[in-house]
């Protein structure tokens, strides 16, 4: 019989981009203090689970998620050029304000039909799912039997976690919540994914 796989996907701890509502650039992604409490909330809630490989995004944020936790365990993170986040393109760095002003048609896309807009410059949707889960699914499968860590931004792991849940992206803002922190834990056994936690922030809250 095959041993149980289990993937623990985090999103990454808030940013200052985050507070300020900004759709976030490269340099965007630094931890704000909020962002380290929660990352030393979420360090305990995994400390007696066995993970035996950690994996990040390739920005500040989701990196230094992963390295704390993986401290825990004493292992190294290895940084997956997929696991980025979304390309905002001319978005970038700009509030939801700011978008309203200069491509108030592209923001209430966004906002009703996700699955098909593009920000210019940027990715769609699809694109992201593909890329995250495509990664996913090939550490899932050189990595059986094992504990893998992966944190990664909030809409890479919702993008990612639509697909498990089997919800078309059109749904995407009706899915469960992935806020910054946030645990999902999938299983395979036998070549099928159990969804065994989603999006749960249970070790941040009092």
Sequence with gaps: MQAVTTLYLVVSAQTAAEQKGLFPGPADHILSAEGMRQIRLLS????DQQIDSFYSGPYEAAFATASALSARHRRGVIRLPDLVDMEFGEWAGKTTAQVQKSDPEGLIAWRFTPHQHRMPGGE??????????????????????????????AIPVKAAMSHFLNEDLSMFWITPAQESAALSIITWEEGEHTLALVGSREHLEG
């Design 44 to 47: 305990t809630r995994l400390s």
């Design 124 to 153: 769609t949707l699809q694109e992201v799912q593909s890329r995250v889960v495509a990664a996913v699914e090939e550490i899932v499968s050189a990595e059986q039997g094992r504990g893998i860590c992966m944190v990664a931004d």
